[in-house]
């Protein structure tokens, strides 16, 4: 059974500058609460309670964020102001959080052995919190389903545009049956002509332990970063990894357009806000 969850929140956040020069990406808001809390929340309604976030120097509001806070929690009581109240305990509570430290960032592989001592020695499931995934179903419950039914290690996958395909990992595949495909094997930012299909690599991954032996044996790329792609394709040669093509709307929350893109359509559908945004949107001049 896969109890751990790892969520990836060590990086720049280099395209989101200047905003992230001195706040974390991940705590950037998404209409009322932190980036990474979508991921955070996934998890946990997927039953991952055992949640690993790898930092980095710099992002400690991500640790005071999840972490209680008695002072402000005591005045908001005082106030009688329980609906807030409930809202700023809650993160605390979605889970049993912990950190791991990468110290350098050099890639996801990296990334995730320096999270190995805290993973432990057994399959988890990896979040790049970037991607936030809307769908009444958790996409990593959807990919929990597919490795208990199949084995092995599950990577999350969406049709992507032609013209985006140089800009993701690429999977080469045999279909296995409706949105499930056995990978055969995956290529890093492809030319278009050299790509083996249209199906990119998305932040959600269920992987097994034998990703670790697979990142130690993976050469550093160019800009000494440990590919995880590069990994998945060493694993690939001794057990079985399988595709996912996800169910809900993906938004990469990385850059400013898909931020904003995402603050408009989640904002469309939260229970406060939706009804004044669309009217504020009607009323646009377009």
Same mark, same amino acid.
Do not use: C
């Given at each position: 059974?896969?109890?751990?969850?790892?969520?990836?929140?060590?990086?720049?956040?280099?395209?989101?500058?200047?905003?992230? $020069?001195?706040?974390?990406?991940?705590?950037?808001?998404? *209409?009322? $609460?932190?980036?990474?809390?979508?991921?955070? @929340?996934?998890?946990?309604?997927?039953?991952?309670?055992?949640?690993?976030?790898?930092?980095?120097?710099?992002?400690?509001?991500?640790? #005071?964020? =999840?972490?209680?806070?008695? @002072?402000?929690?005591?005045?908001?009581?005082?106030?009688?102001?329980?609906?807030?109240?409930?809202?700023?305990?809650?993160?605390?509570?979605?889970?049993?959080?912990?950190?791991?430290?990468?110290?350098?960032?050099?890639?996801?592989?990296?990334?995730?052995?320096?999270?190995?001592?805290?993973?432990?020695?057994?399959?988890? &499931?990896? =979040? =790049?919190?970037? !991607?936030?995934? #809307?769908?009444?179903?958790?996409?990593?419950?959807?990919?929990?389903?597919?490795?208990?039914?199949?084995?092995?290690?599950?990577? &999350?996958?969406?049709?992507?545009?032609? @013209?985006?395909?140089?800009?993701?990992?690429?999977?080469?595949?045999?279909?296995?049956?409706?949105?499930?495909? $056995?990978?055969?094997?995956?290529? /890093?930012?492809?030319?278009?002509?050299? &790509?083996?299909?249209?199906?990119?690599? *998305?932040?959600?991954?269920?992987?097994?332990?034998?990703?670790?032996?697979?990142?130690? $044996?993976?050469?550093?790329?160019?800009?000494? /970063?440990?590919?995880?792609? #590069?990994?998945?394709?060493?694993?690939?040669?001794?057990?079985?990894?399988?595709?996912?093509?996800?169910?809900?709307?993906?938004? !990469?929350?990385?850059?400013?357009?898909?931020?904003?893109?995402?603050?408009?359509?989640?904002?469309?559908?939260?229970?406060?806000?939706?009804? +004044?945004?669309?009217?504020?949107? +009607?009323?646009? /001049?377009?």
């Amino acid at each position: 059974m896969i109890r751990t969850a790892v969520i990836l929140a060590a990086g720049w956040g280099t395209r989101l500058l200047p905003a992230t $020069k001195s706040i974390p990406k991940e705590i950037l808001p998404l *209409v009322d $609460k932190p980036i990474i809390q979508y991921s955070v @929340e996934e998890a946990s309604r997927a039953g991952l309670n055992r949640i690993v976030i790898v930092t980095a120097r710099g992002k400690g509001s991500i640790e #005071d964020y =999840f972490d209680k806070a008695p @002072e402000l929690e005591e005045l908001l009581e005082k106030r009688g102001d329980e609906a807030i109240l409930a809202k700023v305990r809650y993160p605390s509570e979605l889970g049993n959080i912990s950190y791991a430290r990468q110290k350098e960032q050099l890639g996801i592989g990296h990334a995730i052995i320096s999270a190995r001592d805290a993973i432990g020695e057994e399959a988890f &499931a990896l =979040f =790049f919190p970037d !991607d936030v995934i #809307d769908h009444p179903a958790p996409a990593i419950k959807q990919m929990l389903d597919v490795q208990h039914k199949h084995g092995g290690s599950v990577i &999350a996958v969406e049709r992507v545009p032609r @013209e985006m395909i140089p800009s993701y990992g690429i999977v080469k595949v045999e279909p296995v049956e409706k949105r499930v495909y $056995k990978v055969t094997g995956l290529v /890093e930012k492809p030319a278009i002509e050299e &790509a083996p299909s249209d199906l990119g690599i *998305v932040g959600r991954y269920i992987l097994s332990p034998g990703i670790y032996d697979a990142i130690e $044996k993976t050469p550093p790329g160019a800009k000494g /970063e440990i590919q995880i792609t #590069d990994a998945l394709q060493i694993l690939l040669d001794k057990e079985p990894i399988y595709a996912y093509e996800f169910e809900g709307d993906r938004y !990469d929350t990385g850059n400013f357009f898909g931020l904003l893109r995402a603050n408009i359509a989640l904002g469309l559908k939260h229970p406060e806000l939706g009804s +004044r945004l669309k009217e504020y949107l +009607r009323g646009l /001049e377009l």
